[in-house]
């Protein structure tokens, strides 16, 4: 037999549960108004309002379009286009449906701009596009055979270990400036450096070190330029001489003339000119 105290719970329990339907019940009588947020134009929802978003899949969610958004912070830096327009507009907003097929759960969206995605969704540095791509190709390999990650993704906090790995690996300006003394007289006259002042993934600052540390070198000075296109995102190539001029156009004659002023005095200057 149960002890008397068990059935003192259980009715404790259950009187509880009633009382609080009936606390419920009676809390939504007559409500004073939901306060209204600065950043809102709407009332906070109350907790029998709100809807919890489904789980598992196949389901469908809200998702992005990234070439969309990409567009979008472009036009806004050219000017073309006003940022509290994201606050009004669902600027790249669309329908996306997370799924499992063969084993991985994919995160699968159709634009009506720009086609079709498809994105693996994992942990440890699996699912996060460009930047995970980054991690993965350039970071050390973590205790669990993973890749180091470079931030906490929920705290944000940064690995200075992996910074580290990354500056002393493939960090150029940190490399050249480190061994400028060997480096430098076999590369002085050969950096020619194109860059965008707003590139699409924030690589200017990291090309201004660059520039910054190069115009400064001596012993011997780098001899080679810098092209910085004004309101120019990623891929910027310098500009073009005439319409449609191709980068190539404008590079390779300048390298054509490097090769005929420096090369050995027995070297092949005409079979490959034509």
């Given at each position: 037999m149960h002890k008397p105290i068990k059935f003192v719970e259980k009715?404790?329990?259950?009187?509880?549960?009633?009382?609080?339907?009936?606390?419920?019940?009676?809390?939504?009588?007559?409500?004073?108004?939901?306060?209204?947020?600065?950043?809102?134009?709407?009332?906070?929802?109350?907790?029998?309002?709100?809807?919890?978003?489904?789980?598992?899949?196949?389901?469908?969610?809200?998702?992005?379009?990234?070439?969309?958004?990409?567009?979008?912070?472009?036009?806004?830096?050219?000017?073309?286009?006003?940022?509290?327009?994201?606050?009004?507009?669902?600027?790249?907003?669309?329908?996306?449906?997370?799924l499992e097929r063969d084993g991985k759960i994919l995160m699968v969206k159709d634009c009506p701009l720009h086609g079709h995605f498809e994105e693996v969704m994992g942990t440890k540095g699996r699912s996060g596009q460009q930047m995970d791509i980054f991690m993965d190709a350039f970071g050390p390999v973590g205790p669990d055979g993973y890749p180091r990650l470079l931030y906490d993704k929920w705290?944000?906090?940064?690995d200075r270990g992996v910074t580290d790995y990354w500056r002393d690996h493939y960090d150029l300006r940190y490399l050249l400036q480190r061994d400028w003394p060997t480096l430098g007289p076999k590369l002085a006259g050969k950096l020619h450096v194109y860059v965008g002042d707003t590139d699409t993934y924030y690589l200017e600052e990291a090309a201004f070190q660059l520039q910054a540390f190069l115009e400064r070198a001596t012993d011997?000075?780098?001899?080679?330029?810098?092209?910085?296109?004004?309101h120019q995102p990623h891929c910027y190539a310098g500009d073009p001489e005439f319409p449609g001029q191709w980068a190539e156009q404008r590079v390779f004659p300048k390298m054509v003339e490097r090769i005929l002023r420096t090369a050995p005095a027995a070297a092949d200057l005409t079979s490959w000119r034509y």
């Open positions: 009715g404790l329990s259950f009187a509880a549960n009633g009382a609080w339907v009936v606390f419920n019940n009676l809390n939504k009588i007559n409500q004073r108004p939901s306060f209204i947020p600065k950043w809102s134009d709407k009332p906070l929802l109350k907790s029998y309002e709100k809807t919890k978003p489904p789980l598992g899949w196949p389901r469908e969610t809200d998702s992005l379009c990234p070439t969309c958004t990409r567009e979008a912070r472009q036009a806004i830096l050219d000017g073309k286009k006003d940022v509290n327009d994201l606050l009004t507009e669902k600027v790249g907003e669309i329908k996306a449906t997370i705290t944000g906090e940064i011997p000075p780098y001899g080679g330029s810098f092209q910085i296109g004004q």
